[in-house]
């Protein structure tokens, strides 16, 4: 099947500084990549949908110039949290549609990464 | 925009009984509805999803059950076991390539 990695697994920064996350689709091109951020003990909450070659389009109440996305090639897209503070701490995970030989598109989705912000 | 709603939030069995998880979406235009199980720290990982074109599909000890006119799909694990423990999250989106709307996830304990 297709394989979603990111980038870096875990990562622990002071208050203030940005963090970027890489997603990467290894065996497959995707034009959309989507990522969601989840606390512990709740759902995948999505936060925006990247897209190669133009503007990611995020949901209602991400702050789109906190969470700066770009989709630069067909297999990465990159999220970086800007500015971050504690209350960002979370586990972002990010997923990529491949389609089958029926025609039919599936998620597949990244290990995740564990952001912790002292 | 679509919402997805998921019933119990937590689900307690003893092995070998059945476990049934039941979720409502709001958009009518979602077609495709799969179901994920994730362990801590873990990505989600698909165990069955269901297209709008068919009812019910079978895979094993699980199914899932699609009823579009009321907007409800559910997931049923027959013969439950103890690593079936994990929290089961339903989700719905158009087609599978785009945006996937998560529930709130059911946490499941199979007690031996």
């Known amino acids: 099947g297709a394989v979603v990695s990111q980038h870096p697994s875990r990562v622990i920064c002071k208050s203030g500084t940005s963090v970027k996350i890489e997603c990467r689709s290894l065996?497959?091109?995707?034009?959309?990549m989507f990522w969601y951020r989840q606390f512990p003990k709740q759902s995948l909450m999505l936060m925006a949908t990247?897209?190669?070659?133009?503007?990611?389009?995020?949901e209602q109440g991400v702050e789109k110039d906190k969470f700066l996305i770009n989709h630069a090639s067909l297999t990465l897209s990159t999220l970086t949290v800007t500015s971050a503070h504690p209350e960002d701490s979370s586990f972002y995970i990010c997923?990529?549609?491949?389609?089958?030989?029926?025609?039919?598109?599936?998620?597949?989705f990244g290990p995740g990464t564990r952001l912790t912000v002292l | 925009g679509e919402n997805v709603e998921q019933h119990p939030s937590t689900l307690s069995v003893q092995e070998g009984d059945s476990a049934v998880i039941k979720c409502t979406y709001s958009?009518?235009?979602?077609?495709?509805f799969p179901w994920y199980k994730q362990e801590l720290g873990k990505r989600p990982q698909l165990i069955i999803d269901?297209?709008?074109?068919?009812g019910e599909k079978k895979d094993q000890r699980i199914a899932v059950t699609l009823n579009k006119t009321a907007k409800h799909f559910s997931l049923h694990i027959t013969e439950t076991q103890p690593e079936d423990s994990a929290v089961y999250f339903c989700?719905?989106?158009?087609?599978?390539?785009?945006?996937?709307?998560f529930g709130a996830g059911t946490r499941l304990f199979v007690k031996a």
């Open positions: 269901i297209r709008s074109n068919v």
């Open positions: 065996d497959f091109q995707a034009t959309t």
């Open positions: 997923s990529a549609p491949s389609r089958s030989g029926g025609g039919t598109d599936t998620q597949y």
């Open positions: 989700a719905a989106s158009i087609g599978g390539g785009f945006k996937t709307i």
């Open positions: 958009d009518s235009a979602s077609n495709y």
């Open positions: 990247s897209n190669e070659g133009s503007k990611a389009t995020y």
